[in-house]
């Protein structure tokens, strides 16, 4: 069984940057899409990046976060990364890391079977 574990969140001013890991344990993650999806308080949670299986060739983002926001993996280091830039006050949300069947699926939050525990990432005014 996969356990997926977020790192990397913290209190950024806005226009900063962050870039969030996710590392997996337990097997590999070669063979999963892997994604990131947020919850703000009093929201539901969304998706934010996901990038494909193996080489991780094809992604797919939310509009909010296309041109800012970079999903890439490192399947030798079983890890997922992803690059925040241009941080908003609107993106302060808890960010979860999680595996699943497909970018298009996960982008509609189906097909996703592993959530990591979420790390809180801030973004002041």
């Known amino acids: 069984q996969v356990q997926l574990v977020e790192s990397g969140g913290g209190l950024v001013q806005a226009g900063g940057s962050l870039t969030l890991s996710c590392v997996a344990s337990?097997?590999?993650?070669?063979?999963?899409?892997m994604g990131w999806f947020r919850q703000a308080p009093g929201k539901e949670r969304e998706f934010v990046a996901a990038?494909?299986?193996?080489?991780?060739?094809?992604?797919r983002y939310a509009d909010s976060v296309k041109g800012r926001f970079t999903i890439s993996r490192d399947n030798a280091k079983n890890t997922v990364y992803l690059q925040m830039n241009s941080l908003k006050p609107e993106d302060t949300a808890v960010y979860y890391c999680?595996?699943?069947?497909?970018?298009?699926?996960?982008?509609?939050?189906?097909?996703?079977?592993?959530w990591g525990q979420g790390t809180q990432v801030t973004v002041s005014s």
């Open positions: 999680a595996a699943g069947s497909n970018t298009l699926s996960m982008a509609n939050m189906r097909a996703i079977g592993i």
């Open positions: 337990g097997n590999t993650i070669c063979m999963s899409a």
């Open positions: 990038i494909s299986a193996g080489s991780g060739i094809s992604t």
